[in-house]
């Protein structure tokens, strides 16, 4: 169930941030308040999840997924631009969850 928890954190953090983007600075009210929402939502639920799960796997995988889902965001919703590096980073980014995961940390 922890995982469950994280996933809905992540998916949380991911809709924060989206809801941060579109609050224009905190600007716009509805955005802004999503933002708050979600992010004091997404708060709770990975605490919920730190339970069973060591933080370092936890922590590492909910910024990774955090990370790489935004950055599809960015690029498909917001048209940021999209580069080589920019994708090469990404994947040193899950690489680096994958090596947390893979390195003894039992679950």
């Given at each position: 169930?922890?995982?469950?928890?994280?996933?809905?954190?992540?998916?949380?953090?991911?809709?924060?941030?989206?809801?941060?983007?579109m609050s224009d600075g905190f600007t716009k009210l509805l955005p802004a308040l999503g933002t708050i929402l979600t992010y004091g939502l997404c708060f709770v639920l990975f605490s919920i999840s730190l339970?069973?799960?060591p933080v370092s796997v936890a922590y590492a995988i909910w910024a990774a997924a955090g990370t790489t889902i935004i950055s599809?965001?960015?690029?498909?919703?917001?048209?940021?631009n999209i580069s080589i590096?920019?994708?090469?980073?990404?994947?040193?980014?899950?690489?680096?969850?994958?090596g947390l995961n893979l390195s003894g940390v039992s679950h």
């Open positions: 169930m922890e995982w469950i928890y994280l996933i809905g954190a992540i998916i949380l953090e991911t809709i924060g941030t989206t809801c941060m983007k339970k069973k799960i599809v965001i960015g690029i498909f919703i917001f048209k940021e590096l920019k994708v090469l980073s990404i994947f040193f980014i899950i690489l680096g969850v994958v």
